[in-house]
């Protein structure tokens, strides 16, 4: 960020406050929409105040989020597929009715996303899947959820944010690009802040990143080990033997022995080091078994330094999705409730399986978007059975649901708890009302439980 | 000892939870009986007999008591699992859990099974005349016990993940298996005549491991020793003995350290 740039900005800021009986600014607002959940972003009113001007301090990605909700021409009630196709505007009670009445004559309905709403929602959400004996899935399932089974296998030395901007002076990348998925993580916590032990800021820092193709993270890096697609196994566990001085053979994935053993001695040598890691070996051959070993790197390195281990949580909220349900049920996603406990095994119950497999016959999306995210043989599955989404937007999953419910923006419009990727909960707060009329996600989910309690009392 | 005929007679609209088609369940019980045992559609609990057409008897302990099932079951899950003795055979596909943490007894699946079969098994047999699906004799998630004891026998080839937390027991694979042979391995025998594809004792503590094709990636923490020649399932041969995973946590018996043993067909 250049300085006369930031100058400018200062003074459009400064600018905003002189005419302050215009507008209003309202600060220390969090950002809904990555897992770094940045809570530092200023954004300017209209005179009303109902109206959002701008949004300062975000990333692209996240003012754009606050500004779509301005859209002029944004979906403010329910709407129902008709049999040609087209779309009928419905009321909220209506939407009630056909979602909780699915929901009940659905042997199994599977209820998905959960990671763009808030805990207290998702806490709704829980309780209505455990009335319905529904599946429960969250985004995880095709993002981090292989971490959170590799968790469970090895357990995980872990660290905060905080902690990592004010002594990390090793921090790995590894199939992840914050650069682009997570805008300001560097800014924020990782690489530039001038932290206590770290007072000079990158300077104090060496980055290395691990990935196949040279995105704008591994252009910033001191070391970039471009590995070979799929190897990432292979590479961990060759640091492993390298961290132990073992020999190694000529090139593992692609990657010279020498520079393996610079890599592990870098590593070794630091006060503290950090890796970060993302859907590059979370969803890439082996999956559960490349975080698995990434921590057992973390682990070795804890014989001659600190060293600690983060996951790139996607949506701002999916870490709160799987604290609410591992408080809840003891597992944090592809939970099974149909037989009226918790089961959990992902590959039998997990979203994809049981869509593509066909062991479910309803389909009740909240706060995610499966339409643009799963294989399109999922997709089309949802297509063809029952189906709601509850989203604020029109996405891909309404386009092939029967019902969608709009809903009020969690973090814009109302507030509620999240769960930064870390594990800090920070509660979100409402800029602005909603308009008229709208329902949030946890006031329409409220309304659907207390209507499947009424026909599951008079059945 | 008696034998008792499950015909299917409907294909269920999603999946068959039928984990009381285990001979522990059946011993004892009259075909009635039997016949109004639960299965579970989704949340829905049905008959067995609703699916299945009952024929013969069961014996009155489990050990007594072989169940046949003629036809595809391969939506119904959790066959034979939990048993601890008697019979089952399965002529067709089944679908996942066959025999998951079995401790006895014996299933013949003369078709294919799907994964988490024989999942964290303690004892008894399975064998598999198909493919087996991935997860085969590994652990449940978060499980640090997968196979402890028993034999698992597949004819075809097994998915990925074979073994995975292995503590004990025997897997045999006639085919070729997917990525992760034995990863976490810390016991017993896992036997390849096939080739493996990548990650062969990734993270192994100790135990055996055998491949008699091609292993396509290497892990990278295991290092050659010696050729041994010795006999594997009835074949004898000349193997180059290979040590790892050098990265992993090893124990020591009488000041030796005690590496995971791979084992590469000449």
């Known amino acids: 960020m250049s300085r006369s740039w930031m100058r400018l900005r200062s003074l459009r800021r400064s600018a905003y406050r002189q005419v302050g009986n215009l507008a209003k600014i309202v600060t220390d607002v969090v950002c809904p929409f990555c897992g770094t959940l940045c809570d530092d972003l200023e954004v300017a009113l209209d005179d009303s105040g109902e109206k959002i001007l701008e949004v300062y301090n975000a990333c692209a990605i996240g003012a754009a989020k606050f500004l779509h909700s301005q859209a002029e021409d944004r979906l403010t009630r329910p709407q129902m597929k008709q049999e040609d196709g087209s779309w009928k505007e419905v009321t909220y009670d209506e939407a009630v009715e056909y979602t909780a009445q699915m929901l009940i004559d659905a042997k199994k309905p599977l209820m998905y996303g959960w990671s763009s709403t808030s805990c207290s929602a998702q806490s709704v959400g829980s309780e209505l899947g455990e009335v319905v004996g529904a599946c429960m899935d969250n985004t995880a399932t095709v993002c981090h959820g292989s971490s959170l089974i590799a968790v469970q296998d090895v357990g995980i030395p872990s660290a905060t944010l905080g902690e990592i901007a004010n002594r990390a002076d090793r921090v790995v990348f590894w199939g992840c690009n914050p650069a682009h998925a997570h805008p300001r993580h560097m800014s924020r916590y990782s690489i530039f802040p001038r932290g206590f032990f770290?007072?000079?800021?990158?300077?104090?820092?060496?980055?290395?990143?691990?990935?196949?193709?040279?995105?704008?993270?591994?252009?910033?890096?001191?070391i970039h080990l471009q590995l070979e697609q799929g190897h990432d196994y292979e590479l961990l566990s060759a640091i492993r033997v390298a961290i132990r001085g073992e020999k190694l053979p000529k090139t593992v994935a692609g990657i010279p022995a020498e520079t393996i053993y610079e890599v592990a001695e870098t590593l070794k040598s630091g006060r503290f080091a950090v890796i970060f890691f993302g859907m590059g070996v979370t969803q890439s051959l082996g999956k559960n078994h490349n975080i698995d070993i990434a921590?057992?790197?973390?682990?070795?390195?804890?014989?001659?330094?600190?060293?600690?281990?983060i996951p790139m949580r996607g949506h701002y909220n999916v870490t709160g999705s799987g604290q609410v349900?591992?408080?809840?049920?003891?597992?944090?996603?592809?939970?099974?409730?149909?037989?009226?406990?918790?089961?959990?095994?992902?590959?039998?119950?997990?979203?994809n399986d049981l869509l593509i497999r066909d062991e479910v016959d309803a389909a009740f999306v909240l706060g995610s978007d499966p339409g643009a995210h799963f294989p399109v043989g999922s997709v089309r599955k949802i297509a063809q059975m029952p189906s709601v989404c509850i989203d604020p937007h029109i996405t891909p999953t309404s386009a092939v649901s029967k019902l969608h419910v709009p809903v009020a923006f969690v973090g814009v419009e109302v507030g509620g708890c999240a769960y930064r990727m870390d594990n800090v909960p920070i509660e979100t707060r409402k800029v602005v009302e909603p308009p008229e009329g709208m329902l949030t996600d946890e006031e329409f989910l409220t309304m659907v439980l207390k209507r499947v309690k009424e026909m599951k009392g008079a059945a | 000892m008696a034998k008792i005929t499950l015909t299917p007679t409907k294909t269920p609209t999603l999946r068959l939870e039928a984990e009381n088609i285990c001979p522990d369940s059946f011993a004892g019980k009259s075909n009635e009986e039997i016949a109004n045992l639960h299965v579970f559609v989704g949340k829905e609990s049905q008959a067995l007999g609703d699916y299945f057409e009952i024929a013969g008897e069961s014996g009155s302990t489990a050990a007594e008591t072989t169940i046949v099932i003629n036809g595809d079951v391969n939506r119904v899950k959790y066959i034979g699992m939990k048993m601890s003795a008697g019979e089952v055979i399965i002529n067709g596909d089944a679908d996942m859990y066959v025999g998951a943490w079995m401790s006895g007894g014996k299933i013949n699946a003369n078709g294919s099974v799907d994964a988490f079969s024989g999942l964290g098994m303690t004892g008894g047999e399975l064998i598999i005349k198909g493919d087996a699906g991935n997860y085969l004799g590994a652990a449940y998630r978060g499980d640090w016990r997968g196979m402890?004891?028993?034999?698992?026998?597949?004819?075809?080839?097994?998915?990925?993940?074979?073994?995975?937390?292995?503590?004990?027991?025997?897997?045999?694979?006639?085919?070729?298996?997917?990525?992760?042979?034995g990863t976490h391995m810390e016991g017993g025998t896992i036997i390849v005549k096939g080739d493996a594809k990548s990650r062969v004792g990734g993270q192994m503590v100790k135990g055996d491991i055998y491949v008699f094709g091609d292993i396509e990636v290497m892990m990278p923490g295991f290092q050659y020793r010696k050729d041994v020649d010795s006999e594997v399932d009835g074949t004898t041969g000349s193997f180059a003995l290979y040590e790892g995973d050098i990265g992993e946590r090893h124990g020591k018996s009488k000041g030796e350290t005690i590496y995971g043993k791979l084992y590469m067909k000449h």
């Not at chain 1, 921590?295 to 281990?309: F, G």
């Not at chain 2, 004819?155 to 042979?181: E, K, L, P, Q, Y």
């Open chain 1, 295 to 309: 921590i057992a790197v973390t682990r070795d390195l804890n014989d001659y330094t600190k060293a600690a281990i």
């Open chain 1, 198 to 222: 770290t007072g000079k800021g990158s300077k104090s820092r060496k980055m290395v990143v691990v990935d196949p193709r040279r995105t704008d993270t591994a252009k910033m890096a001191d």
């Open chain 1, 325 to 351: 349900w591992g408080w809840q049920f003891g597992f944090p996603f592809c939970l099974d409730l149909s037989r009226g406990f918790a089961r959990y095994n992902p590959g039998d119950s997990s979203s």
């Open chain 2, 148 to 181: 402890q004891g028993g034999t698992i026998r597949v004819s075809g080839n097994a998915g990925s993940d074979v073994g995975t937390f292995m503590r004990g027991g025997t897997i045999i694979i006639g085919g070729n298996v997917d990525v992760h042979v």
